[in-house]
């Protein structure tokens, strides 16, 4: 796989974590809805780190961490609206900073971790709708890729 196959690859999970996003909201998930919107926000800029940097992204589910690479690298840099990127980058310095709080991780220190996490309606659908915006904003900066459908 070249470059834009694995971004398309990335970008593909991303879609499908919003489309399981909508489908959690119907059934009332709401901590489910928050930590499906961290992922699609890291499986987004996954995308966009396999593009920008040419190499498989680390494993990490640290999306500030994701961002700050491949917004510092010069590929990035050099190709992106600088003018344009710059005026949204602190608000999505500070969503990505909020959405990593919904990441779960079934390791036995985190058993207790998803009563700290209590996620209301309004909150859910709060990061919905900034997951989604994130996620478009931060497209916008790729060229036109190709995303494959998922097999049925």
């Known amino acids: 796989m070249n470059k834009l ?37 890291e499986r987004q800029l996954k ?48 969503f990505l900073m909020d959405v990593m709080f919904y990441y779960m991780s079934d390791y036995p220190f985190s058993y207790k971790n998803i009563t700290n996490r209590f996620v209301d309606r309004t909150l859910a659908m709060e990061l919905c709708e900034k997951a989604k915006e994130y996620v478009i904003w931060l497209r916008s900066f790729l060229p036109e890729i190709e995303i494959p459908n998922i097999p049925s």
């Open 47 to 94: 995308g966009m780190y396999v593009y920008f940097i040419e190499s498989e992204p680390p494993k990490t589910h640290n999306v500030n961490f994701l961002f700050s690479k491949i917004t510092a690298c010069e590929s990035f840099r050099a190709e992106a609206n600088l003018e344009r990127f710059e005026a949204r980058k602190n608000d999505c310095e500070d």
């Open 5 to 41: 196959e694995k971004c398309g690859y990335w970008m593909m999970l991303s879609d499908y974590d919003i489309g399981t996003i909508d489908a959690l909201i119907k059934g009332e998930r709401w901590v489910y809805v928050a930590y499906l919107c961290q992922q699609a926000v």
